[in-house]
């Protein structure tokens, strides 16, 4: 039997209230834990919308700290070089509002920042988001509306974690499964194009 969730009160009858200290975790400013945690994170999700309400995720990472503060109101992502689809810019172009969560390797809890963007391409603070003397080619510049953080049930759940659960031959390599986007390639050259060795030497 399915059975539709339409309304908030039928949302609420189903999962209930959030309690005070979850419901007023909210703020519209960095503390110095959050600070802190975006120092110590290597990896974050960014979503975007564009004008037609079409979602996109794009994962970013560099070394921890990655992500600039320019000040307890304002952050900084860097973009690197890569297949030039730029799917999320161009989302943010149409439609400034951005959600994001930053992830620590090992912790379950996250750190969620929600904020409207703009695109930098160049600002006094690049060349301290440069990488191996690379500065990015881009910028994504986040005014801070609402951060908290997010509990860990969903990697424990998962147990994401737990490299004995790990099972990364379950699916196809990568490059199998780009076989379907560049099939003039034979399985020597993508395995090779994709080898992490190679992959390493284009990152920046």
């Not at 564009?50 to 970013?60: F, H, I, N, T, Y």
């Not at 500065?135 to 860990?152: G, K, N, Q, S, W």
């Not at 780009?178 to 390493?200: C, T």
Request: aromatic share 8%.
């Amino acid at each position: 039997m399915r059975r539709h969730v339409t309304t908030l009160e039928d949302l609420r009858a189903v999962v209930g209230h959030p309690t005070p200290p979850a419901a007023n975790k909210v703020k519209d400013r960095l503390s110095d834990a959050q600070r802190d945690w975006l120092a110590h994170s290597p990896l974050g999700f960014v979503a975007t919308t564009d004008a037609d309400g079409r979602l996109d995720v794009s994962p970013k990472g560099d070394p921890p700290g990655f992500v600039h503060v320019l000040d307890d109101t304002t952050i900084a992502i860097p973009e690197r070089p890569g297949n030039k689809r730029v799917d999320g810019f161009v989302n943010v172009l149409q439609r400034p509002r951005v959600g994001t969560v930053f992830l620590i390797p090992g912790r379950g809890d996250t750190l969620r920042i929600n904020g409207t963007a703009r695109i930098m391409a160049d600002a006094d603070y690049f060349d301290a988001m440069a990488v191996g003397g690379k500065r990015p080619i881009l910028a994504l510049e986040i005014d801070v509306d609402e951060v908290f953080f997010h509990c860990a049930k969903a990697f424990l759940r998962s147990d994401a974690w737990k490299p004995e659960t790990w099972d990364p031959t379950a699916v196809p390599s990568v490059a199998k499964l780009a076989k379907a986007i560049k099939p003039d390639l034979s399985d020597q050259q993508l395995d090779e194009y994709y080898a992490e060795e190679n992959m390493r030497k284009i990152l920046y």
